[in-house]
C-alpha cells in the first residue's frame, strides 16, 4: 500500500473539496468515500428496497459495483455523479451508513482503491478505522452554522430547493452529527493521532495549505505548484 493522507469530519466541514485540492497539489489521487456511500444508496432508492433492513442492505452492496474515475462516479457503469448529489440521496446516506454489513463492504473497496496507490481520502472512519496506519490523519470540522451555510449554497448551486431553508438543513446536519457520532459501528470521532483542524471563516485554499505544511512536516514531498 502507497502512502495514504486520511481526513475525517462531519457532513458540510468541506473534506471533499479540501481532499481533492489536496490531492492535486500532491500529485495524488483522491478517494472520495462520500461517493462510495450515496452511491449505493442511490442504488437502494432505485431498487425500491427498506432503507433500514439490513439484509437486503448487504444483498444489494454485494450486487452492484462502484466505481471513481478522476472526473466521474459509476454505478454499475453508469455515471451517476448529479445524480448522487440529490437531496434524496444525501438524507438517505446515513442509513446506509449506520449498516455494519455496508461498511465492512466498502471499507474492502476503500483499501483496493489504495493498494500501490499514494491517496489522499476522506470520510468519517478513515483514520479511526479503514487506514488506522495512515501517513498523516486530520480531523476537519467547523461551526454547525458555517457548515448548515456551505451544504445550502451547495444545495443552490445544484439548482435544488430545501423547504425551510438554513434552519433545515441546519437541523439537518446536527441530526446527522448524532447518528454519526452514536453509531455503535465506526462512530465519527477524531482519530488519537489526527490534527483537528476548524476550517470556520477559513478557505479552501487555506486549509489545503495547513494541511500541505503538516504533510511536509511529517517527511511527504510537498511539490511547490500543483502538477500539471
Do not use: C
Amino acid at each position: 500500500m502507497g502512502q495514504v493522507v486520511t481526513i475525517d469530519g462531519p457532513a458540510g466541514a468541506g473534506k471533499s473539496t479540501v481532499a481533492r485540492k489536496l490531492a492535486e497539489r500532491l500529485g495524488w489521487h483522491f478517494l472520495d468515500t462520500g461517493a462510495m456511500y450515496r452511491a449505493v444508496t442511490l442504488a437502494a432508492i432505485r431498487a425500491g428496497i427498506d432503507l433500514g433492513d439490513e439484509p437486503s442492505r448487504a444483498r444489494l452492496v454485494r450486487a452492484v459495483s462502484v466505481e471513481l474515475t478522476p472526473d466521474s462516479v459509476r454505478l454499475d457503469g453508469v455515471d451517476v455523479s448529479a445524480a448522487i448529489r440529490s437531496i434524496e440521496v444525501t438524507r438517505a446516506t446515513g442509513t446506509l451508513a449506520d449498516s455494519p454489513s455496508v461498511r465492512a463492504l466498502l471499507r474492502e473497496w476503500q483499501r483496493a482503491f489504495a493498494r500501490d496507490r499514494n491517496v489522499v481520502t476522506e470520510g468519517r472512519d478513515q483514520g479511526t478505522v479503514v487506514f488506522p496506519d495512515a501517513f498523516r490523519k486530520f480531523f476537519l470540522t467547523a461551526s454547525d452554522e458555517q457548515r448548515a451555510l456551505r451544504r445550502l449554497e451547495d444545495y443552490r448551486t445544484r439548482g435544488q430547493t430545501v423547504a425551510g431553508d438554513l434552519n433545515a438543513v441546519l437541523r439537518e446536519i446536527q441530526d446527522r452529527d448524532a447518528r454519526d457520532t452514536a453509531r455503535a459501528i465506526a462512530p465519527m470521532r477524531p482519530a488519537d493521532d489526527a490534527i483537528v483542524i476548524d476550517s470556520t471563516g477559513l478557505g479552501v485554499e487555506e486549509v489545503v495549505e495547513v494541511l500541505l505544511e503538516a504533510i511536509q512536516k511529517a517527511g511527504a514531498a510537498v511539490p511547490t505548484e500543483a502538477p500539471t
